[in-house]
Each structure stands twice: as C-alpha cells, then as structure tokens.
C-alpha cells in the first residue's frame, strides 16, 4: 500500500487524526442483499482474462452466500494504487477491501485508517490458525497489532532453462551473484541471452538492490536512518544495471520489459535465466517452448563483489512476499468485508486461485495439499529464508524513491553504461526522500 506520499503531503499527525476521524459506524443487520462491497485490487497483467473470470465467479460465489454484490477496482501501477488510497481513505470514503503488498502494510498501519485484528475478527475469518504462520510475519508490529490478513504468499526465486545450462556446461544454477554474472555471460550467444530481466517493470527493481544490500549487511533503514548512499546500494544498482549495459547478457529490449513480458521472453526457450519470479509463472512456462525444460532455484544469496556473505550479512532468499487483505475502519459493510476475506481465504478457493494464476495459498490446508509437489520445493525453501521489509510507515516512499532510480536511469541505458556521478546524484536524491520520510513517520 502506497500512503507514504499522503504523508508527505499532510504531514503524518495531521493525516492519522484525519483518518481517524473518518471512522463511522456498521450499517450492518439485515443480511447484504442490496448492499455492494468494493474491493480494491491490483490488475493482472500477466492472465488478464482469467483474472477477469475469477472477479465473476467470486462475485457470484458472494452473492450466493450473502446476497451483496462485489464491485472491483482495479490498480495497475504503485502510483495509481497510491493515488486512490490517498485520496479514498482522506476522504472517509471508497473500497471496504483493499489488497496490498505485503511490503505496504506497515506504512497502512501507520495510518490508523484500517481495523485492527483481535480475537472476534480472527473467529470471523475462521481463526488465526487457518493462515500459514510465516504468511502473518508483517501483519503489523506485533502479534497484539495487526491489520493485514494474509491472501497468498508469492516468494521469490529464479527460473532456468535445464537445456542450456547443460549445453553450456553449467552442472548447477548460480548461488551467488557474481556466478550467476558469469553464467550469463558463458550463456549468452547469437540470439541467445544469460538473463531476463523486467527493467520497466512497476515492481521489480527495488527487489534486487534491496536484497543484494541486506545480503551485504545493509538494510536500508537502521532504525531512524536511511543508508541508500551505503556503497553496497550503489554496488547493486551497477550489478542490476551492468548486465545490460556491461556484460550485455540481457536482451536490449529488456530496457521496456514489465515482468510478463521478461516472462514471455524466457518461455520462447532463449534465455538461460529469468532472474526474478513466483509461482505465479507456471502456466506461461508450462505453455511455452520452454516446456519440460525449466525448474525453480533461489536467487542468489551472496552480495555482488564477494564469494560469502559478510558476517553481518543476512540470507535474504526473497523479501517477506505476498498480499494482505485490510478491512477500512471507515467502511459501513464491516461484517461483509470480514465475510469476503473469508471467502477469498478458504481451502477450496485459495487452491483454485493458486491453479489459476500461481499464488501459493496462505491457507494452511490449501498449503499443505501442495508439499508434494517437487517443482514447488524451491519456493517453499525461499519463503523460509523469506526477510521482512522495514517495518516503518516510511517504507512506501523509500520503495518509491529506489524505483525512481530506475526509471530515471532507464533513457540513459539505451546509449550505454550510466555514469558513477549520475547514479550517485539518483542515488543521493532518493536517500534525501527516504530519510524526510523517516523523519515524518511515527
């Protein structure tokens, strides 16, 4: 969830008691019939089709059980999610639901606008024991402080093409970052490329400057005090934007690729790796040329620059991952919304969803179904070394400001490698945005 910049606008003590002040009473009683739920949620871009019919059916499903219609609303990028959940929850008034990524929940809890969990709402949900325990580690700061129910966990990791990595004489996938560098370069040949990667992509970048810093001991916020100008920051975005630019492993065309496409480009059976994925990938891969030929592995867990984590340094597999669904303190169909979360987090609907579109369920029976899987082996390992982000109210921006150093920096890669100077100054302008922003939240 993307409040920060509501934030820096209103100032954080201003917005919190105007948030509060939205709070309004149930119109509950009565059953939903007449009534409509609106849900905020984010597109998919990757199966839009499917996801489309999934809203139907749901929406039926719901109205089966309650007799209250389901309206969706769709966000397609973090400054449109952004941009209504500023606007709505301001206003006192918009979605009762609202999806979010996991790595936005402190900074909606930071708001007050959202209603906290305790033991009546989890007994609504069919309680706190339905949900796989590491899906709740930022359901808020406490176990006693929670807003965020968990809907999917989506951990990270690579794909690789098993074929060409045999071809090229690789007996196994890369384990840290400077081998997965030279892999791509021993696989790069012709039209073939070492690695896909997602460089337009509303999401992607910040994942991997954020987990080659954590890895290097950096976590980007040291209680109050942001370290972007840390050098293992600057380290991972010229890792990041090096294989385009320097090692020349990526396909030029990545520099206007969002994840689907990099997707799409590794199903065609050219490239060795495709560096940043979920499960949620499956129903392309098993699609495409790459058919049979493609298995999970972590991302690398070892910073750019060293052969081992320093001391300090953590095995961040994949940051904490997923979605979380928030109930909005100001929403008069409270019982409804706590009726839909339900549904969307049952057994048999969180296993249709993840057959659908690759989620892994946050349900733990639906989780437990899928153990036999080994394809899934890999994702399972990665949401065990799973890190949290920060959890600050401030997060939001500094998610922001990181990726704004990627789109910044992506006219310049076309003409070749960026220079230290304009990275540092991007660099420098994201830490002056992150550290306002720290200095702002509670």
């Known amino acids: 969830m993307r409040f920060g910049r509501a934030i820096a606008l ?86 009762d639901v609202y999806a979010v990524g996991t790595t936005f929940t ?53 794909a690789y093409n098993t074929e060409l990595l045999k071809a090229a004489g690789i007996d196994k996938p890369a384990t840290t970052w400077d081998e997965l560098t030279a892999q791509a370069k021993q696989l790069t040949k012709g039209d073939q490329y070492g690695l896909a990667i997602a460089y337009k992509d509303n999401f992607d970048p910040w994942k991997f400057v954020w987990g080659m810093s954590t890895q290097a001991g ?35 065309a990545a520099i206007g690729w969002t994840n689907p496409q990099a997707v799409a480009a590794f199903a065609k059976g050219k490239t060795g790796y495709f560096a940043l994925t979920t499960a949620t990938a499956v129903n392309s ?14 991302l690398p867990t070892v910073p750019p ?21 928030l109930v909005a303190d100001y929403s008069k169909n409270k019982d409804l919304a706590f009726e839909y979360v339900k549904l969307v987090t049952d057994q048999e609907v969180q296993l249709d969803y993840y057959k659908k579109f690759g989620n892994l369920p946050a349900n733990a029976a639906a989780l437990e179904t899928l153990k036999s899987d080994p394809k899934l082996a890999p994702l399972t390992e990665a949401a065990q070394k799973s890190v949290a982000t920060p959890f600050t109210g401030a997060w939001a921006d500094i998610q922001l400001a990181l990726t704004n150093v990627a789109v910044q920096t992506l006219p310049d890669l076309a003409k070749g490698p960026v220079s230290a100077a304009t990275l540092d100054t991007r660099i420098a302008e994201a830490q002056k945005k992150a550290q306002s922003s720290l200095d702002r939240a509670k």
């Open 10 to 95: 209103t100032g954080a003590t201003v917005l919190v008691a105007a948030l509060t002040a939205c709070g309004g009473g149930d119109d509950e009683g009565g059953g939903g019939a007449g009534k409509t739920l609106n849900v905020l949620i984010g597109a998919n871009t990757q199966y839009p089709e499917e996801f489309a019919a999934w809203q139907k059916s749901i929406s039926e499903k719901f109205k089966a059980q309650t007799g209250a219609e389901v309206k969706f609303e769709q966000f397609a990028s973090a400054n449109d999610e952004l941009t209504k959940i500023q606007t709505s929850v301001v206003a006192g008034s918009g979605p």
């Open 106 to 158: 402190p900074t909606a809890y930071s708001t007050g606008a959202f209603v906290k969990l305790g033991d009546e709402e989890w007994k609504k949900l069919g309680g706190k024991e339905k949900f796989v325990p590491a899906t709740l580690g930022i359901s808020g700061p406490d176990e006693q402080n929670q807003v965020g129910i968990p809907w999917v966990s989506r951990p990270f990791v690579m």
């Open 218 to 252: 950096n976590p980007l916020v040291d209680g109050k005090t942001a370290k972007l100008q840390d050098p293992t920051v600057k380290k991972a975005y010229e890792t990041y934007f090096g294989w385009l630019t320097t090692d020349k492993v990526v396909d030029p």
């Open 285 to 298: 891969l098993d699609s495409g040329a790459v058919k049979g030929k493609w298995a999970f592995t972590l």
């Open 305 to 325: 620059g060293a052969t081992s984590r320093p001391g300090n340094g953590v095995e961040a597999a994949s940051i904490l991952s997923g979605d979380n669904l």
